[in-house]
């Protein structure tokens, strides 16, 4: 594998379901970010992990929890959804190495997500 | 005020010709980035051409290029040669350096179809 993976690519689930997306980057990178696409909306960012540790919540609602075990892998853990939730969900990762702005995002295919 | 901005909803363009796909951006950070991505239809977003704040030189990668004008404050993606393959969505994206933020803040996106 090369590059950044997500499993599933698409998921249907109900409201009261609990699902998990899955990425993981073969890039070696330190960061990891999780973004939201929806339909007529700009891509939104979500949660970002620097070295496994959680850097940035942009106020994303508590029924998306995210994980990070090590650099590599980054989850989505999902329960309760909205149909508003429903959307393109992409991962990406970066090697943060001056903390600047030039450190460029790589993004994974994205899990197509529908809340029934 | 929106932070990016892409005033094409679409393009059409002929095969083998060029086009231009503009953005314009809003921030008071003397260090930025300023990226390209294109998005199939497939969903995955792909990392085109970068060009940082400080680059004195307009930034060229393949049939990729961009017109930086820092005064006006856009980057103006130019794609020489189109071809069938480049019909997608694509985003202009910004980092600002100084904030420390690691997020990238995107425009609502130009959808080009290359005509044969």
């Known amino acids: 594998e090369t590059g950044v993976t997500q499993t599933p690519r698409h998921l249907v689930m109900g409201m009261t379901n609990k699902k998990s997306l899955k990425c993981e980057q073969h890039?070696?990178?330190?960061?990891m970010y999780w973004y939201k696409q929806s339909a007529k909306k700009p891509l939104e960012l979500m949660f970002v992990?620097?070295?496994?540790?959680?850097?940035e919540n942009n106020s994303v609602p508590s029924r998306f929890s995210p994980e990070c075990p090590n650099s590599s892998h980054l989850f989505l853990h999902l329960h309760t959804l909205q149909p508003e939730d429903s959307a393109l969900y992409l991962c990406?990762?970066?090697?943060?190495?001056?903390?600047?702005?030039?450190?460029?995002?790589?993004f994974g295919p994205g899990t197509r997500l529908t809340v029934l | 005020a929106q932070k990016i901005t892409q005033t094409q909803p679409g393009m059409f363009v002929q095969e083998k010709e060029a086009v231009t796909l503009d953005c314009t951006y809003d921030?008071?950070?003397?260090?930025?980035?300023l990226f390209w991505y294109k998005q199939p239809s497939s969903g995955e977003m792909i990392f085109l051409i970068y060009?940082?704040?400080?680059?004195?030189q307009n930034a060229t990668e393949g049939r990729y290029s961009l017109n930086f004008q820092k005064a006006r404050k856009s980057t103006n993606l130019v794609i020489s040669a189109s071809q069938l393959g480049d019909s997608a969505m694509y985003f202009c994206?910004?980092?600002?350096?100084?904030?420390?933020?690691?997020?990238?803040?995107f425009g609502s996106g130009t959808r080009l179809q290359v005509q044969p």
């Open positions: 060009q940082g704040s400080y680059d004195e």
């Open positions: 921030t008071s950070d003397q260090s930025y980035g």
């Open positions: 992990y620097n070295f496994k540790e959680q850097t």
């Open positions: 890039l070696g990178h330190n960061a």
């Open positions: 990406a990762s970066s090697q943060e190495a001056s903390g600047g702005s030039t450190d460029t995002q790589y």
């Open positions: 994206a910004m980092r600002e350096g100084t904030t420390g933020r690691r997020a990238l803040t």
